[in-house]
T-cell receptor
């Protein structure tokens, strides 16, 4: 079983829509959680960390459910520039081992 | 200033050849990584070094040999290249203390094509 699983999508949504991605992780010892964004043919970049109490950064909201071992990302008022692949990342044991999901592709259309 | 830089960005070579990819970070981070992203876009960790010491080796064939001459550099040498080695190889670094603890900073990637 993969460490981190995501729906690959693609999610095709109109501008202004609200879209949510989920991600599940297999190891209950996982300690830190992140969402990264990867544009086509570019490197992944940190979008936001995910805290136990949930956190928000502008139009983006991340939630963590440790009991069910899943992480979610909500994007409100989608922009064309949000089109990218969103990678769920989990860090286990220490800060040296990051596990990536295969990514969820988002296409925001005019 | 590029924080994590890797060279070359593109590499096309024949099966059986040996090639190297270099990576340097100017962020002062203690930990550096090599990740492989295959055609299905799955990012998989290969190696991790902390202060020049190998701490993660994720069942990578021994044709792949990382080398860290100092904590700012992590190079990857690949012997006897195979078709399945074609992928994008990302170098990354992360701090182990401070406000960005736990964040990975990636280089732009090195796209390797084996013919």
């Amino acid at each position: 079983r993969k460490e981190v699983e995501q729906d690959p999508g693609p999610f095709n949504v109109p501008e202004g829509a609200t879209v949510a991605f989920n991600c599940t992780y297999s190891n209950s010892a996982s300690q830190s959680f992140f969402w990264y964004r990867q544009d086509c043919r570019k490197e992944p970049k940190l979008l936001m960390s995910v805290y136990s109490s949930g956190n928000e950064d502008g139009r983006f909201t991340a939630q963590l459910n440790r009991a069910s071992q899943y992480i979610s990302l909500l994007i409100r008022d989608s922009k064309l520039s949000d089109s990218a692949t969103y990678l769920c990342v989990v860090n286990r044991d220490n800060f040296n081992k990051f596990y990536f999901g295969s990514g969820t592709k988002l296409n925001v259309k005019p | 200033d590029t924080a994590v830089s890797q060279t070359p960005k593109y590499l096309v070579t024949q099966m059986g050849n040996d090639k190297s990819i270099k990576c340097e970070q100017n962020l002062g981070h203690d930990t550096m990584y090599w990740y492989k992203q295959d055609s299905k876009k799955f990012l998989k960790i290969m190696f991790s070094y902390n202060n020049k010491e190998l701490i993660i080796n994720e069942t990578v064939p021994n044709r792949f040999s990382p080398k860290s001459p100092d904590k700012a550099h992590l190079n990857l040498h690949i012997n006897s290249l195979e078709l399945g080695d074609s992928a994008v190889y990302f170098c990354a670094s992360s701090p182990t203390s401070g406000p960005n603890t736990g964040e990975l900073f990636f280089g732009e990637g090195s796209r390797l094509t084996v013919l």
